[in-house]
Protein backbone atom coordinates (compact mmCIF):
# COMPACT_ATOMS: atom_id res chain seq x y z
CA UNK A 1 0.00 0.00 0.00
CA UNK A 2 1.37 3.49 -0.88
CA UNK A 3 0.79 6.62 1.04
CA UNK A 4 0.93 10.04 0.00
CA UNK A 5 1.55 13.26 2.01
CA UNK A 6 -1.59 15.52 1.18
CA UNK A 7 -1.50 19.27 2.24
CA UNK A 8 -3.78 18.85 4.76
CA UNK A 9 -1.32 16.61 6.92
CA UNK A 10 -3.21 13.69 6.21
CA UNK A 11 -1.43 10.44 4.70
CA UNK A 12 -3.56 9.46 1.58
CA UNK A 13 -3.34 6.05 0.88
CA UNK A 14 -3.54 5.47 -2.81
CA UNK A 15 -4.83 1.82 -2.71
CA UNK A 16 -6.88 0.49 -0.46
CA UNK A 17 -6.54 -3.80 -0.38
CA UNK A 18 -9.87 -6.13 -1.14
CA UNK A 19 -11.64 -6.25 2.43
CA UNK A 20 -12.74 -9.82 1.85
CA UNK A 21 -9.26 -11.19 1.12
CA UNK A 22 -7.48 -8.77 4.11
CA UNK A 23 -9.53 -10.42 6.78
CA UNK A 24 -9.55 -13.56 5.25
CA UNK A 25 -5.74 -13.59 5.25
CA UNK A 26 -5.58 -12.20 8.91
CA UNK A 27 -8.13 -15.14 10.07
CA UNK A 28 -5.79 -17.41 8.76
CA UNK A 29 -2.87 -15.76 9.93
CA UNK A 30 -4.39 -15.69 13.29
CA UNK A 31 -5.53 -19.42 13.36
CA UNK A 32 -2.16 -20.99 12.65
CA UNK A 33 -0.93 -18.62 14.89
CA UNK A 34 -2.97 -19.86 17.81
CA UNK A 35 -1.18 -23.41 17.32
CA UNK A 36 2.26 -21.80 17.97
CA UNK A 37 1.69 -19.80 21.12
CA UNK A 38 2.73 -21.79 24.68
CA UNK A 39 -0.69 -20.47 26.51
CA UNK A 40 -3.84 -21.60 26.62
CA UNK A 41 -4.89 -17.65 27.21
CA UNK A 42 -2.54 -16.37 24.01
CA UNK A 43 -4.18 -19.32 22.29
CA UNK A 44 -8.29 -18.03 22.96
CA UNK A 45 -6.95 -14.83 22.20
CA UNK A 46 -5.92 -15.42 18.61
CA UNK A 47 -8.62 -18.19 18.18
CA UNK A 48 -11.15 -14.96 19.16
CA UNK A 49 -9.15 -12.89 16.62
CA UNK A 50 -10.00 -15.18 13.69
CA UNK A 51 -13.71 -15.63 14.14
CA UNK A 52 -13.43 -11.63 14.21
CA UNK A 53 -11.59 -11.61 11.37
CA UNK A 54 -13.60 -14.66 9.61
CA UNK A 55 -16.89 -12.94 10.23
CA UNK A 56 -15.90 -9.34 9.18
CA UNK A 57 -14.65 -10.96 5.76
CA UNK A 58 -17.93 -13.08 5.48
CA UNK A 59 -19.89 -9.81 5.31
CA UNK A 60 -17.28 -7.70 3.26
CA UNK A 61 -17.79 -10.70 0.40
CA UNK A 62 -21.57 -10.17 1.38
CA UNK A 63 -21.66 -6.61 0.76
CA UNK A 64 -18.98 -6.73 -2.12
CA UNK A 65 -21.48 -8.92 -3.77
CA UNK A 66 -24.55 -7.12 -3.38
CA UNK A 67 -23.04 -3.63 -4.35
CA UNK A 68 -22.43 -5.27 -7.66
CA UNK A 69 -25.87 -6.79 -8.18
CA UNK A 70 -27.08 -2.94 -7.27
CA UNK A 71 -24.97 -1.10 -10.22
CA UNK A 72 -28.23 0.21 -11.54
CA UNK A 73 -28.93 1.77 -8.32
CA UNK A 74 -28.09 5.23 -7.21
CA UNK A 75 -24.88 5.45 -4.35
CA UNK A 76 -26.94 6.47 -1.45
CA UNK A 77 -29.51 3.24 -1.67
CA UNK A 78 -26.91 0.96 -1.98
CA UNK A 79 -24.82 2.69 1.41
CA UNK A 80 -28.10 2.13 3.07
CA UNK A 81 -28.53 -1.42 2.13
CA UNK A 82 -25.30 -2.47 2.92
CA UNK A 83 -25.04 -0.56 6.33
CA UNK A 84 -28.66 -0.57 7.64
CA UNK A 85 -29.02 -4.71 7.28
CA UNK A 86 -27.24 -6.78 9.76
CA UNK A 87 -25.18 -9.57 9.41
CA UNK A 88 -27.88 -11.97 10.42
CA UNK A 89 -30.39 -10.55 7.75
CA UNK A 90 -27.48 -10.42 5.22
CA UNK A 91 -27.03 -14.09 5.62
CA UNK A 92 -30.43 -15.25 5.14
CA UNK A 93 -31.92 -12.77 2.78
CA UNK A 94 -29.28 -11.39 0.59
CA UNK A 95 -28.47 -15.21 -0.70
CA UNK A 96 -32.37 -15.39 -2.19
CA UNK A 97 -32.21 -11.72 -3.87
CA UNK A 98 -28.40 -12.79 -4.98
CA UNK A 99 -28.84 -15.69 -6.44
CA UNK A 100 -32.48 -16.67 -6.96
CA UNK A 101 -32.14 -19.08 -3.93
CA UNK A 102 -31.85 -19.35 -0.20
CA UNK A 103 -28.82 -21.01 1.24
CA UNK A 104 -29.20 -23.92 3.79
CA UNK A 105 -26.96 -22.87 7.38
CA UNK A 106 -29.39 -25.14 9.49
CA UNK A 107 -27.16 -27.69 8.65
CA UNK A 108 -29.49 -30.38 7.21
CA UNK A 109 -29.07 -31.13 3.57
CA UNK A 110 -32.28 -32.75 2.13
CA UNK A 111 -30.14 -34.51 -0.52
CA UNK A 112 -27.59 -36.34 1.43
CA UNK A 113 -28.24 -37.25 4.99
CA UNK A 114 -24.85 -37.02 7.15
CA UNK A 115 -26.30 -39.07 9.70
CA UNK A 116 -26.31 -41.96 7.79
CA UNK A 117 -23.04 -44.25 8.54
CA UNK A 118 -20.98 -46.27 6.42
CA UNK A 119 -20.74 -49.74 5.86
CA UNK A 120 -18.02 -51.47 6.91
Known sequence: MSRKQTDSDLVKIDHVPDAVWLNFSFMVRESIT???VRTGMEKS??????????????????????RA??????????VNKLR???????IK????????KSLNINGKNPRFDYRVSRRS
Open 34 to 36: ATE
Open 84 to 90: RAVLKDK
Open 69 to 78: HMTSEPEEAI
Open 45 to 66: QHLTSALYFGTVALEAFLNEQM
Open 93 to 100: KWPLELLG
